[in-house]
């Protein structure tokens, strides 16, 4: 988790961090010049750009880290599998836990993980899908789409505004004119900072719904068992949160939020748990109140953990929109009403 956090110490606001990425801001302008005439390029037609099969909708975001859009794109796959559609999720597959995540969240879906996208729609079709969520593809620009979804995190206010590697961003906000739609989240930001957020992008794409979504704590279920437990559950309780995610203090805050009494066991993102790793959690597991862990960790856990060792807790997150909901329903249903 060392590079992780060395990384949200150099992009954050203390005046030595300001000092520290000085020697890497022309690397970030060299870096952002070449994103800016890669897409230039797509823009002027001279480099291809491949249509699936059927209708797709893209989810990504513009910085690195955790922005929520795995839940989000598993959501919209839920809601289009309401209506009688019969979704993929098409992903890289990075890290290895992103399809088994996906099938968890969105079990009426498709998953199918591959770079090549192209390919990728081909074998969900295959497998009889008729419409494709593509999940962390706003910069994959080589791949059309009738939906561009772009998600802004409102924790990653107060960041560097420099791009990589002095900043945690993957584009500047002028990128946010290829999206349909930008959806701020939030996890442990307030409401009302959320809100800020969404208003200072709207007064600048003023064509472009703009929506907030709250990725709350719904519920908590058992590794093993899947017994749901609610969140009150933790109030006045010893947790450990373990957590290889890109924002691990994220998540500890909504387990604070429940007023638990929360320690923090935080791993490099998609952390590969070790049998040193099990064993340490098993022995907390059974010397606390609770082990909380996210689904991401789960998938990677579940079938390895010691049968004799109080099993964890999965915290299960809801997309809740707090603003501007009815917007992401239209133009979802845009998307069946001009394809289809």
């Known amino acids: 988790m060392r590079g992780a956090r060395v990384a949200q110490w150099l992009w954050g606001g203390a005046p030595l961090a300001r000092v520290a990425r000085l020697p890497l801001v022309p690397l970030a302008a060299l870096y952002w010049g070449a994103t800016r005439v890669r897409a230039a390029m797509y823009r002027a037609g001279w480099r291809h750009v491949a249509r699936l099969p059927f209708p797709t909708v893209a989810v990504g975001n513009l910085s690195v880290g955790g922005t929520g ?56 079709q295959r497998r009889g899908a008729d419409l494709a969520v593509l999940d962390d593809a706003y910069q994959l620009l080589g791949v059309a789409r009738d939906l561009n979804i772009a998600v802004v995190s409102a924790e990653s206010v107060g960041l560097s505004l420099w791009p990589l590697p002095a900043g945690p961003w993957r584009e500047g906000s002028d990128a946010l004119e290829r999206a349909d739609l ?6 442990r930001a307030p409401l009302d900072a959320a809100v800020g957020v ?60 429940t007023g638990a009494r929360v320690q923090l066991e935080a791993f490099q ?21 609770y082990v ?49």
Not at 182 to 187: G, L, P, S, W
Not at 304 to 316: C, K, Q, S
């Open 69 to 124: 859009k795995t839940p989000l794109a598993a959501w919209i796959a839920r809601y289009y599998a309401q209506r009688g559609r019969r979704p993929a999720i098409l992903l890289r597959g990075y890290g290895g836990d992103e399809p088994l995540v996906h099938q968890r969240l969105a079990p009426e879906a498709v998953v199918v993980a591959d770079p090549d996208r192209v390919a990728g729609a081909r074998a969900a």
């Open 292 to 340: 909380v862990v996210t689904e991401k960790d789960a998938v990677k856990l579940r079938g390895r953990w010691p049968a004799d060792a109080p099993e964890p807790l999965v915290a299960e997150l809801a997309v809740r929109w707090d603003l501007n909901g009815a917007a992401v329903e239209r133009v979802l249903e845009g998307v069946l009403t001009r394809v289809v």
């Open 182 to 187: 930008i959806v701020v989240t939030r996890k």
């Open 198 to 257: 969404a208003g200072w992008l709207a007064r600048r794409r003023r064509e472009t719904p703009v929506c907030v979504a709250h990725l709350a704590l719904s519920h908590l279920e058992g590794l093993r068992s899947g017994a749901a437990v609610a969140p009150e559950a933790l109030a006045g309780r010893r947790v450990l949160a373990a957590a290889g995610i890109a924002d691990p203090v994220s998540f500890a805050a909504q387990l604070r939020a």
């Open 269 to 289: 993102d998609h952390h590969a748990y070790g049998p040193g790793d099990v064993e340490r959690l098993a022995r907390a597991s059974a010397a606390g109140d």
